[in-house]
């Protein structure tokens, strides 16, 4: 049965439009798509009025985390897609880091037969770059492609040895596939639990200096330049590295970045009472560095924006600042937050849904992101403009480490669709 | 008037806080020199000294000062041994908070982790050195020596030399000094200096002949031996002949320019021994006697503010 998404503000990335309209779903997929008016309805479709909402593509993430296997009392297939619908994300891409990581089939396979069961929206799996995610050997590529794999990273372990970065480069090259890496050098973070600044010798506290991921990056770049490989980092977060990233696309290298709203929205000031909630990975940074970062996704610089999931229990931030556990859960809040640069007035909605969900999909080769006929019926209805008060415990995922906890957030997902079946209801509208 | 519940830092102090406790302390001072040194202004109080971190020096110092004002003094010492067990920080502060202790003295490896504790217990806690951020009752007892010895607390120059990015005495001395209107210079190799120390209201060199011109006091720092692997300084002799305090470097302070170190001292690698056992220079010994009577000083205030105490 049709179902008409009428009287919306449609956001189209990939056309750039923002206007009224409605779109006609059929079978999963977007059957037609009527800017400035409403199409007619064939015999029995629904008709659900979006109240004059902006209606977008729903928000696909390239980095979250899920722990299964090894780590459900973190976060589940189950919870996570809970989560990521009531956020507006319709397609997660998991990393590989669990226990065991997805360096092998048999793993991607049982993490994705876990996903279809439990997960209210779709799961774009990554596997290890490199076996075990030690750093050492590559892992099995072809393999690992055939069996659904997307995308290639260590997650949050960079591959220190640059000799072997280049081999997996080179390898995977050869078959197209998209190379992740997280650009931290690991010898100049190795003991640093913030960025180093006045700020944190102020609080006593070891930091790394913010040019460790410029340095990463930098030798990255060197090493695209020699392979050709499809490079993405999978987060920018300093002015150092922009520069480093501009200087690579000058050169026209096929390369790209994210950035999370956490690195945009907040800097390091927030850490004045030693708040583990704020303890991330890559760190919070200088405010210069926050707002260069905005700059760079109001630019296009920074090509997608994600919500880095990480999921921590209580216990593993029930410690000093410097032993708890890095990362934050963002699946809810990367939508409120990322329209934070829509209210600066820094980007239109159609270019920020680009960074959320066009560019990402292209990137993983995902036919999402887009509001055209034969697109998937992959949506988000949000109220940019919704004020609330975010209340940790109210999160879906299992844990509950935001450090947006108690901080006024404007706008929320009203109405998520994955295949054009609704799956998040929030507000009547 | 002394408002504050906790010690957790140099930060929280204003000035009048600070000669507060080292008024206070003056009179410990004597009472310490008494053949009876006992008082009994902690009588029926609990003092827990939870050392998370070795120190023999400091929790003596904590254990004396809470005995002589008649407190139940127990020892702690949880170095690495809680964390073995899995348990959190705050699982350990909750426990403590059930044996209804009315002060609490935490020494913690982490920056942040004894204010951490602090938000989950209800008495009195004082930081007795967290990782390299505070350390505030030595820079309180550095200051009553000082003030003893230069007769004020205010318009002197002050060398803080050597390690001065993992120590926690240095960030402590550096507020308390600034707060009472001093000239604060840092004296170290880049490596050993925390970023943006320039902008903590220090004078910074690299120079230790420069750096001590004319100054009133010396204070060395411990070189963290443990960090000395790596490529913080090329060797310890090396160290010595550039950063070490000799007579000779000395020299270039004020005739009356009087030498402190926080200790345990590395006599040969920060220090050379001829200058720290100078009785003339060195107020080492003194700096340990100090510290008992501000510990005192320190704890007679915070009980006062204990509600039941008040009642």
């Keep these: ?58 928000i696909v993430d390239m980095r979250v985390f899920v722990g299964e296997p090894g780590a459900r009392h973190k976060e589940s297939y189950r919870t996570a897609g809970a989560a990521a619908a009531a956020g507006g994300v319709t397609t997660i891409a998991v990393q590989p880091d669990t226990d065991p990581p997805v360096d092998d089939p048999a793993v991607l396979e049982f993490a994705m037969r876990r996903a279809e069961r439990a997960s209210l929206v779709h799961v774009a799996p990554m596997a290890a770059l490199t076996r075990g995610m030690k750093g050492r050997e590559m892992a099995e590529y072809g393999f690992l492609l055939d069996a659904g794999a997307l995308a290639f990273t260590d997650a949050n372990q960079p591959v220190a040895d640059p000799t072997v970065f280049r081999n997996c480069l080179d390898y995977a090259h050869a078959m197209g596939a998209l190379i992740v890496h997280h650009p931290q050098d690991p010898a100049m973070t190795a003991e640093g639990s913030v960025t180093e600044s006045l700020y944190a010798s ?23 330049e020699i392979t050709g490989a499809r490079y993405h980092a999978d987060l920018v977060t300093t002015r150092g590295a922009l520069e480093a990233l501009r200087r690579a696309k000058d050169k026209g290298l096929p390369v790209s970045a994210a950035t999370s709203h956490h690195h945009f ?17 890559p760190p919070l940074r200088e405010e210069e560095d926050r707002a260069a970062v905005a700059e760079a996704v109001a630019e296009g ?30 699946l809810e809040t990367l939508l409120p937050g990322a329209l934070k640069l829509w209210h600066d007035g820094a980007i239109g909605l159609p270019a920020l849904f680009e960074r959320l969900s066009l560019a990402p999909a292209r990137l993983l080769g995902l036919p999402a992101g887009r509001l055209a006929a034969g697109a998937p019926a992959d949506l988000v209805l949000f109220d940019p403009d919704a004020p609330y008060v975010l209340d940790r415990f109210a999160l879906r995922s299992k844990s509950k480490n935001t450090p947006f906890d108690r901080r006024l957030m404007t706008g929320r997902a009203l109405r998520t669709f994955v295949g054009g079946r609704e799956v998040f209801t929030h507000g009547v509208v | 008037m002394f408002a504050h519940r906790h010690l957790l830092g140099i930060e929280a102090l204003g000035r009048a806080d600070i000669e507060t406790i080292l008024d206070l302390a003056e009179d410990y001072v004597a009472l310490s020199r008494q053949r009876d040194k006992k008082r009994a202004v902690l009588k029926g109080l609990t003092q827990i000294n939870i050392f998370f971190e070795n120190s023999t020096r400091t929790q003596a110092s904590f254990e004396l000062a809470g005995k002589r004002l008649g407190a139940d003094v127990m020892n702690m010492s ?49 930081n007795a050195g967290d990782g390299r951020h505070e350390h505030p009752t030595q820079a309180l007892l550095d200051a009553l020596t000082i003030r003893r010895h230069k007769g004020r607390l205010h318009r002197l120059t002050v060398a803080i030399c050597g390690d001065i990015n993992h120590s926690r005495v240095a960030r402590s001395n ?12 840092v004296i170290a190799p880049p490596t050993l200096l925390p970023t943006g120390v320039g902008r ?18 010396v204070m060395m720092l411990r070189l963290q031996q443990e960090r000395m692997q790596g490529a913080f300084i090329p060797s310890n002799r090396e160290y010595f002949h550039r950063f070490g305090l000799d007579e000779e470097k000395l020299s270039h302070a004020r005739p009356d320019a009087i030498v402190m170190h926080p200790g345990p001292m590395n006599r040969g690698v920060e220090i050379d021994p001829n200058v720290a056992d100078d009785p003339k220079r060195s107020v080492i010994q003194e700096q340990v006697e100090m510290g008992v009577a501000v510990r005192m000083a320190v704890m007679d205030l915070l009980a006062r503010n204990i509600p039941n105490m008040a009642a």
């Excluded at chain 1, 410029?214 to 030798?219: D, N, P, S, V």
């Excluded at chain 1, 929205?265 to 990975?281: C, I, Q, R, S």
């Excluded at chain 2, 903590?200 to 004319?214: I, S, T």
Aim: aromatic content about 4%.
């Design chain 1, 1 to 58: 049965m049709a179902l008409i998404l009428a009287n919306a503000r449609l956001i189209d990335p990939e056309s750039g439009y923002d206007g009224p309209g409605a779109l006609r779903i059929e079978d999963g997929l977007i059957a037609d798509v009527a800017k400035g008016a409403t199409p007619a309805a064939p015999e029995g479709a629904e008709v659900m009025d979006c109240g004059g909402m902006p209606l977008a593509p729903g």
């Design chain 1, 202 to 224: 102020m609080l006593g506290l070891p930091g790394a200096h913010p040019f460790a991921e410029r340095i990463m990056l930098e030798r990255d770049m060197a090493l695209v």
């Design chain 1, 265 to 281: 929205t907040l800097n390091e000031h927030d850490l004045a009472d030693y708040p583990t909630f704020f303890k991330l990975d």
């Design chain 1, 301 to 330: 610089l920074i090509d997608v924006l994600c919500s880095s999931h990480r999921p921590q229990d209580e216990e593993s931030k029930r410690q000093p600042f410097e032993i708890a556990a890095a990362g934050a859960v963002g």
């Design chain 2, 78 to 126: 949880l170095a690495s041994s809680s964390i073995k067990k899995g348990e959190t920080l705050i699982d350990t502060a909750v426990t403590l908070n059930a044996m209804h202790p009315d002060l609490l003295v935490v020494r913690h490896q982490h920056s942040g982790a004894v204010a951490l504790l602090a938000k989950k217990v209800n008495c009195s806690v004082i």
């Design chain 2, 174 to 185: 550096i507020t308390l000094l600034n707060r009472m209107e001093n000239r604060v210079r």
């Design chain 2, 200 to 217: 903590m209201g220090v004078e910074v060199f690299h120079d230790m002949r420069k750096g001590l011109e004319g100054v009133d006091v």
